[in-house]
Every structure is written in C-alpha cells, then in structure tokens.
C-alpha cells in the first residue's frame, strides 16, 4: 500500500500502481479537465518524487518545473510522497 500525505500531515493510501488522482481530490488538490491539459491539478511533490511513475507527455508538453507534476497524470509506484498545493 502506498500512500500520498500533506505537510499538515493528512494522509490516503492509494493501491501500489495506482493513480493519485482520488487521493489528491480527497487532500484538496483541484481537478479540472483531468487529462493532463488544464494544468489545474498541478502539485509541488516535497518528498518521494522517485516513487512517482515517469512523466507523460502532456507533464513534458507543460514544461513544469523538475519536483512539480500533474496529479491527473501520476501513478505511483510505491512508497510514500509529501505533496504541497
Ligand atoms: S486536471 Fe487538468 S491537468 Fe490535471
């Protein structure tokens, strides 16, 4: 089981494999068009970026900064990550 947690310490688990996606929405994190277009969903990832699948096109296409991804498009691998939004 892995998991996505705040700074304030809230925490969801999410299936090893999974989109962040369902967990982020419950932390608060805004969704809009949740295909990796909008940018609305944009997360800063504060620790375990490496336990983060690759980014997809659209994350590239954005040009987002290195520790930033798009909580729409992530799945994560294992492990934990510290998001901020
Ligand atoms: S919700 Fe639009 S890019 Fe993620």
Same mark, same amino acid.
């Given at each position: 089981m892995a998991a996505v947690t705040t700074e304030d310490g809230r925490r969801e688990e999410v299936q090893d494999g999974e989109s962040i996606k369902d967990a982020c929405e419950k932390l608060g994190v805004p969704f809009g *068009?949740? /295909?990796?277009? *909008? @940018?609305?969903c944009e997360i800063e +990832? +504060? &620790? @375990?970026? &490496?336990n983060l699948s690759d980014k997809t096109q659209n994350e590239e296409d954005m040009g987002l /900064? /290195?520790?930033?991804?798009l909580a729409c498009q992530c799945k994560i691998k294992q492990g934990e990550i510290k998001i901020r939004f």
């Amino acid at each position: 089981m892995a998991a996505v947690t705040t700074e304030d310490g809230r925490r969801e688990e999410v299936q090893d494999g999974e989109s962040i996606k369902d967990a982020c929405e419950k932390l608060g994190v805004p969704f809009g *068009c949740s /295909e990796g277009i *909008c @940018g609305a969903c944009e997360i800063e +990832v +504060v &620790e @375990g970026f &490496e336990n983060l699948s690759d980014k997809t096109q659209n994350e590239e296409d954005m040009g987002l /900064e /290195e520790n930033r991804r798009l909580a729409c498009q992530c799945k994560i691998k294992q492990g934990e990550i510290k998001i901020r939004f």
